[in-house]
T-cell receptor
Framework: ETGVTQTPRHLVMGMTNKKSLKCEQHLGHNAMYWYKQSAKKPLELMFV???????ENNSVPSRFSPECPNSSHLFLHLHTLQPEDSALYLC?????????????FGPGTRLTVT | GENVEQHPSTLSVQEGDSAVIKCTYSDSASNYFPWYKQELGKGPQLIIDIRSNVGEKKDQRIAVTLNKTAKHFSLHITETQPEDSAVYFC????????????FGKGTHLIIQP
């Protein structure tokens, strides 16, 4: 276990549904990240939060809406998704942004959009 | 922004042999280069990393080399074992910035018994 948990592990949703992904880290870190992992593509950074403040939005469509209520929790709210949004969504945390060091990844949420 | 290229996409080696995976990066300001291993159903896990002020780092059967001039870095696994079978990702992070990591596309390493 890396100290980063994600729920749910699997999610199937229709294009008109609204759902949320949850990430929690038990490492005392101050930075949290959302990545998207699609088949045959590199992991893509989506959002970065440092001390609860969003520091990066990597040109992600507005149908993905992140929320970071505190340094231990990170959410990704999903609405009106497209089939091409089907992927593994990974959460990660690190001590803080800008300090080179290990990012710890959760196991991911496998999302299928039908 | 940073661009990371990784080769090969698939690598099959006999158990006990060595495996080498290579990556190149584009931004000379990058100063941190981690390698992650991802097993089926799990998130990536850091196995070794190197910073730009070091040319080589070793941890038991795993080593990483960095050539800043050529902007490439490599992962070396010696005496490969079946449990080394996984997908390996290289990544780079630009120094001083607030960014997350930029990843390569991954290498599927297969250890043949």
């Amino acid at each position: 276990e890396t100290g980063v948990t994600q729920t749910p592990r699997h999610l199937v949703m229709g294009m008109t549904n609204k759902k949320s992904l949850k990430c929690e880290q038990h490492l005392g870190h101050n930075a949290m990240y959302w990545y998207k992992q699609s088949a045959k593509k590199p992991l893509e950074l989506m959002f970065v939060y440092n001390f609860k403040e969003q520091t990066e939005n990597n040109s992600v469509p507005s149908r993905f809406s992140p929320e970071c209520p505190n340094s231990s929790h990170l959410f990704l709210h999903l609405h009106t998704l497209q089939p091409e949004d089907s992927a593994l969504y990974l959460c990660a945390s690190s001590q803080e942004v800008g300090a080179a060091g290990e990012q710890y990844f959760g196991p991911g949420t496998r999302l299928t959009v039908t | 922004g940073e661009n990371v290229e990784q080769h090969p996409s698939t690598l099959s080696v006999q158990e006990g042999d060595s495996a080498v995976i290579k990556c190149t990066y584009s931004d000379s300001a990058s100063n941190y280069f981690p390698w992650y291993k991802q097993e089926l159903g799990k998130g990536p896990q850091l196995i070794i990393d190197i910073r730009s002020n070091v040319g080589e780092k070793k941890d038991q059967r795993i080593a990483v080399t960095l050539n800043k001039t050529a902007k490439h870095f490599s992962l070396h696994i010696t005496e490969t074992q079946p449990e080394d079978s996984a997908v390996y990702f290289c990544a780079a992070r630009v120094g001083g910035g607030a960014d997350g990591l930029t990843f390569g596309k991954g290498t599927h390493l297969i250890i043949q018994p």
